[in-house]
């Protein structure tokens, strides 16, 4: 792993270097040459209002951030947004994934807020109840109380998954929690921008507060003008590219700027060069086209194919992200996702050569993914947001993989996959032509292009050198799910 940590500053991002990483762990190296880390400057404080907090007088984390934000010099901090909280352990948009995206280093949680019937700002990210909650409708058609009744689902919500104890938070509980600990983007809250501002002002978290929008510049200068203490994120993108100009000497701490290819207008290296001299770079890295390919899975893979180049080409210095844990880890060590030390991870989409029959089971003909990287195979790969792995999982197919054991030992096998769908499916693994192992369920991500690490509790014993792992899926459970990676890891 790295020895060397990585400043976490714009400058010593640019002096990462990277090797590649192999297919047995332990070898990525990343190193750092970042200089000295200025003192953030905070010239353009407002002072008019105090600060939310605990008043003690110590500065918090949320104090820190805002300090943070409003510094976008050359040593600037990178700030990190967890998109609609930390979904990967509560849901969306709840009070404890506000607290864990907090819990897991974010300094911003990126959260959505609507109006109620009763004009209540409430945090939803759709404009109905029906993806994250047990309720049905749109969410100005509920007064508040009635939108108390409903309850989460768990992570991204969806038709089949299950629902938790969590209610749907007003924004004024969302801000109380987050007063100490950092700040908070107010996405699809421009149209209700007056009844959020009297939420800041009535909790004390103007500061926490970052409003959004790509509305016309005089409507938000005329917001800015009568609210000097908001904080504004102008979304940019080539279809108001003027707005830039149009803002004058009177800039938006930031820009959040979107470019659904590196060809942009928006994406050029002049253009940033003089936004980021203005004000923060904000990027988005959750999937295609808000950055180009530039993603959470494809920085997972190699940082250089994603955050390293939003960072250093794109001179985004705050991130959103469905990935706070990764991209942390990644600004803290320079690695994406690296193989550990004596684990072995096989990609699913290189299975054994030798084609159907032999290397694999696949029940329809050819490959209905969108990625051609096993020419004349039947094996479904596809790419999700630059994630690559074998999806049409169906009953009755299996896949078997070559895999070169460092050191013998005993090694339990887990899967990174993918699925909206509960249950989503079953598998055993079967280790050099031996018995098939115990079934093992794959449960719901929320989504097909979500993957999470899942453990199988199968667990083998292999001497050092190569073996096969073939992966079979009964046809008599329900199958619909994607598998990213294999990887064994050595236990006691
Ligand atoms: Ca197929
Ligand atoms: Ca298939
Ligand atoms: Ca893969």
Same mark, same amino acid.
């Given at each position: 792993?790295?020895?060397?940590?990585?400043?976490?500053?714009?400058?010593?991002?640019?002096?990462?270097?990277?090797?590649?990483?192999?297919?047995?762990?332990?070898?990525?190296? !990343?190193?750092?040459?970042?200089?000295? @880390?200025?003192? *953030? =400057?905070?010239?353009? +404080?407002?002072?008019?209002? /105090?600060?939310? #907090?605990?008043?003690?007088?110590?500065?918090?984390?949320?104090?820190?951030?805002?300090?943070?934000?409003?510094?976008?010099?050359?040593?600037?901090?990178?700030?990190?947004?967890?998109?609609?909280?930390?979904?990967?352990?509560?849901?969306?948009?709840?009070?404890?994934?506000?607290?864990?995206?907090?819990?897991?280093?974010?300094?911003?949680?990126?959260?959505?807020?609507?109006?109620?019937?009763?004009?209540?700002?409430?945090?939803?990210?759709?404009?109905?109840?029906?993806?994250?909650?047990?309720?049905?409708?749109?969410?100005?058609?509920?007064?508040?109380?009635?939108?108390?009744?409903?309850?989460?689902?768990?992570?991204?919500?969806? !038709?089949?998954?299950?629902?938790?104890? @969590?209610?749907? *938070? =007003?924004?004024?509980? +969302?801000?109380?929690?987050? /007063?100490?600990? #950092?700040?908070?983007?107010?996405?699809?809250?421009?149209?209700?921008?007056?009844?959020?501002?009297?939420?800041?002002?009535?909790?004390?978290?103007?500061?926490?507060?970052?409003?959004?929008?790509?509305?016309?510049?005089?409507?938000?200068?005329?917001?800015?003008?009568?609210?000097?203490?908001?904080?504004?994120?102008?979304?940019?993108?080539?279809?108001?590219?003027?707005?830039?100009?149009?803002?004058?000497?009177?800039?938006?701490?930031?820009?959040?700027?979107?470019?659904?290819?590196?060809?942009?207008?928006?994406?050029?290296?002049?253009?940033?060069?003089?936004?980021?001299?203005?004000?923060?770079?904000?990027?988005?890295?959750?999937?295609?086209?808000?950055?180009?390919?530039?993603?959470?899975?494809?920085?997972?893979?190699?940082?250089?194919?994603?955050?390293?180049?939003?960072?250093?080409?794109?001179?985004?210095?705050?991130?959103?992200?469905?990935?706070?844990?990764?991209?942390?880890?990644?600004?803290?060590?320079?690695?994406?996702?690296?193989?550990?030390?004596?684990?072995?991870?096989?990609?699913?989409?290189?299975?054994?050569?030798?084609?159907?029959?032999?290397?694999?089971?696949?029940?329809?003909?050819?490959?209905?993914?969108?990625?051609?990287?096993?020419?004349?195979?039947?094996?479904?790969?596809?790419?999700?947001?630059?994630?690559?792995?074998?999806?049409?999982?169906?009953?009755?197919?299996?896949?078997?993989?070559?895999?070169?054991?460092?050191?013998?030992?005993?090694?339990?096998?887990?899967?990174?996959?993918?699925?909206?769908?509960?249950?989503?499916?079953?598998?055993?693994?079967?280790?050099?032509?031996?018995?098939?192992?115990?079934?093992?369920?794959?449960?719901?991500?929320?989504?097909?292009?979500?993957?999470?690490?899942?453990?199988?509790?199968?667990?083998?014993?292999?001497?050092?050198?190569?073996?096969?792992?073939?992966?079979?899926?009964?046809?008599?459970?329900?199958?619909?799910?994607?598998?990213?990676?294999?990887?064994?890891?050595?236990?006691?």
């Amino acid at each position: 792993m790295a020895s060397t940590r990585l400043r976490r500053t714009v400058t010593s991002a640019l002096a990462v270097t990277l090797t590649a990483a192999a297919a047995v762990g332990g070898t990525t190296a !990343a190193t750092s040459t970042g200089g000295a @880390e200025a003192a *953030p =400057t905070t010239d353009k +404080a407002p002072s008019t209002l /105090a600060f939310g #907090g605990n008043g003690q007088g110590g500065r918090t984390d949320a104090e820190r951030a805002y300090r943070d934000l409003l510094d976008h010099g050359k040593n600037a901090k990178i700030l990190t947004a967890a998109h609609r909280g930390q979904w990967r352990v509560a849901p969306e948009n709840s009070l404890p994934a506000i607290e864990a995206a907090f819990d897991d280093g974010a300094e911003i949680v990126e959260l959505d807020v609507r109006l109620t019937a009763d004009g209540v700002p409430v945090l939803m990210h759709d404009t109905t109840v029906d993806r994250t909650t047990d309720g049905t409708g749109e969410v100005s058609s509920f007064t508040l109380a009635e939108i108390k009744e409903l309850r989460l689902k768990e992570h991204l919500g969806g !038709a089949q998954t299950a629902l938790t104890d @969590e209610r749907v *938070p =007003t924004l004024a509980e +969302a801000m109380e929690l987050v /007063a100490d600990r #950092g700040l908070v983007n107010l996405d699809k809250g421009w149209p209700a921008r007056e009844e959020i501002w009297d939420v800041l002002v009535d909790t004390g978290t103007v500061r926490n507060g970052l409003f959004k929008s790509d509305a016309p510049v005089d409507e938000v200068q005329a917001f800015r003008e009568s609210h000097p203490d908001a904080l504004y994120l102008h979304m940019i993108s080539d279809d108001n590219l003027a707005s830039f100009d149009e803002f004058g000497d009177d800039q938006p701490v930031g820009y959040e700027v979107v470019f659904g290819t590196e060809q942009d207008a928006v994406a050029r290296a002049p253009f940033l060069e003089r936004m980021a001299g203005e004000a923060r770079v904000w990027a988005n890295s959750m999937w295609d086209g808000l950055a180009d390919h530039l993603t959470d899975e494809a920085s997972l893979v190699d940082p250089s194919r994603g955050w390293e180049r939003l960072v250093t080409t794109f001179r985004a210095s705050m991130v959103q992200t469905d990935d706070v844990e990764a991209i942390e880890r990644w600004l803290r060590t320079g690695e994406g996702d690296a193989v550990p030390r004596g684990s072995v991870r096989v990609q699913a989409e290189d299975f054994a050569p030798g084609g159907a029959g032999v290397a694999y089971h696949d029940v329809d003909a050819g490959n209905r993914g969108n990625l051609d990287m096993r020419p004349g195979e039947d094996v479904d790969i596809s790419d999700a947001d630059g994630n690559v792995r074998v999806s049409w999982l169906r009953g009755g197919e299996w896949l078997t993989y070559e895999v070169d054991v460092p050191r013998t030992g005993r090694y339990e096998l887990s899967a990174r996959v993918s699925s909206p769908y509960t249950p989503a499916g079953v598998y055993t693994v079967s280790f050099d032509g031996g018995p098939e192992s115990e079934r093992v369920d794959v449960l719901s991500t929320t989504s097909h292009d979500k993957q999470e690490v899942q453990a199988s509790g199968v667990v083998q014993h292999l001497t050092q050198g190569r073996h096969t792992v073939r992966v079979s899926l009964p046809d008599d459970a329900f199958q619909n799910w994607n598998l990213d990676h294999l990887q064994l890891d050595r236990v006691r």
